[in-house]
């Protein structure tokens, strides 16, 4: 067994960050360790110990949550458009089509500032799935 160290939390913290699209980022999430998992949490801010009770998906969709990635997208594997926000401060959900902006009506990772990666990390075991 490998031991984590904090290059490959930060690691899988970018690589989830900077994912291009919503079913890429939760593909990500669903192979990493419940240790893993509470590392990047607490890499996020969230506070674990007051996780206590919760399973490994509910602790996921918290780090999914923690950036801006939405559980109930999980299935959607398209990128987004580019053009990024609207004229809106953020994603403002549509009250009957909760996963569309009521402005523009596109998707909340439509909304996302995109971000090119130069370089991928590598370290042992590491598996570039983008």
Known sequence: ???????????????????????????????????????????????????????IEARRERVAEAHGWDWNERGDDRPADGYGRCDLPGFEAHSRRPLECRRCGRRKIDHRELTIVAHPPTWPGYIDNR
């Open 1 to 55: 067994m490998g031991h984590i160290t904090d290059e490959h939390v930060a690691g899988i913290n970018d690589r989830i960050a900077q994912a291009t699209t919503t079913m890429r980022a939760f593909d990500i999430l669903g192979v990493c360790t419940r240790t893993m998992i509470d590392r990047l949490l607490d890499l996020n801010g969230v506070d674990v110990t007051s996780l206590k009770g919760y399973g």
